[in-house]
């Protein structure tokens, strides 16, 4: 069965449909199991597979995937509760992003979900102050390197990583969640305004806004790199939403154009809709040029999880930094890109 079905749309189909575990043979486990790995999938598949019957060797492997994603959903909650004391003394909004979000929220799409960084959002006015508090307060620089520090701080949506000094964790302030250059350009205080707040005094972003900003983090803020998980994300975000909210269609129509990603959100819906079976209106299904090279590159991946279609790759790579920089900042950072690792190269 790995042999006959690419093995990441296999993984979807798998996360889709749980029942179908029942049709996997020795190869088609091995496959879905690298990929899973692969896309930090795997606490999210075991989660969905808690109740199926699967051969033992299966079984094992879920089991401790189930007991790593509730370790890294403890780990995540905790490093929004140690922030959140830091910061609370200032006041000023602080939005999660991302999959602490998720898990703050009781979310669906936190369920056995892979988290790593903290993702916070702030007023842009707001980072120099939420900046000292948290120097203060044991985090540094993960990137003590100039060029580094200043493209972070003049073309990028977010300050340079901070990393915790005794807890290893990382934090990434943003302070709105696209870089300035971009082609589309979100409402970064839209986002702040409409945020929803939690009983701990943080908040995360709307149900549309949440969506929204899923889309663009994997069709306007990168390469598609480990985009089946984000894609995920976007279908079951969509779920829970439309299920608690029956003018959610109109709703996150309205806000995507406020935030200028319609196209952006429409290319989600359809490719969730594709690979999930994501319950989408009709008006949203509409093929467009260009989904089936999205869905080429969000499936990527060989029977070990490896890497395919390097073509495909270098040209979603080129184009995340055609999207996000104007033409001449991007050959200047390229360039400079390039002789850095050409230095790096020959100190070795």
Not at 85 to 106: D, E, Y
Not at 152 to 166: A, I, K, N, Q, T
Not at 318 to 326: C, D, E, G, K
């Amino acid at each position: 069965m790995a042999r006959a079905v690419n093995s990441a749309r296999l993984l979807a189909r798998l996360l889709a449909e749980p029942a179908r575990a029942t049709e996997l043979d020795a190869a088609a486990w091995n496959a879905v199991i690298c990929v899973a790995r692969a896309e930090q999938l795997v606490g999210t598949l075991a989660l969905r597979l808690d109740h199926a019957a699967v051969p033992p060797v299966v079984s094992e492997i879920l089991r401790d995937a189930r007991q790593d994603a509730t370790e890294q959903r403890r780990a995540a909650l905790w490093e929004a509760e140690m922030m959140r004391r830091v910061l609370a003394p200032l006041n000023i909004p602080l939005v999660l992003l991302k999959g602490t979000a998720f898990v703050a929220g009781g979310l669906l799409a936190g369920q056995g979900r892979h988290i790593g960084d903290l993702d916070l959002l702030v007023r842009r006015d707001d980072l120099s102050t939420v900046e000292q508090a948290l120097l203060s307060a044991g985090w540094d620089w993960a990137k003590p390197d100039a060029y580094d520090d200043d493209y972070y701080r003049r073309w990028m949506h977010e300050l340079p990583p901070l990393l915790h000094r005794d807890r290893d964790r990382m934090i990434d302030v943003h302070h709105t969640i696209l870089p300035p250059t971009s082609r589309p350009t979100p409402d970064a205080d839209a986002l702040i305004a409409g945020a929803v707040p939690l009983a701990n005094g943080l908040s995360i972003l709307a149900p549309a806004d949440m969506v929204i900003h899923a889309a663009l983090h994997l069709f306007a803020d990168g390469d598609l790199a480990g985009g089946l998980r984000n894609l995920w994300d976007i279908d079951r975000l969509l779920r829970e939403f439309t299920d608690e909210d029956g003018d959610f269609w109109l709703k996150l129509h309205a806000r995507a154009a406020e935030h200028q990603a319609v196209p952006f959100v429409a290319r989600a819906v359809r490719l969730a809709a594709r690979l999930f079976d994501t319950p989408v209106p009709p008006a949203w299904r509409r093929v467009r040029l260009g989904d089936h090279l999205y869905e080429r590159r969000l499936l990527s991946r060989d029977a070990w999880g490896r890497e395919t279609h390097p073509a495909t790759r270098l040209a979603f790579y080129v184009r995340s930094h055609w999207i996000r920089m104007p033409p001449l900042l991007l050959a200047r950072h390229l360039l400079i890109k390039a002789r850095r690792r050409a230095d790096a190269a020959r100190m070795r």
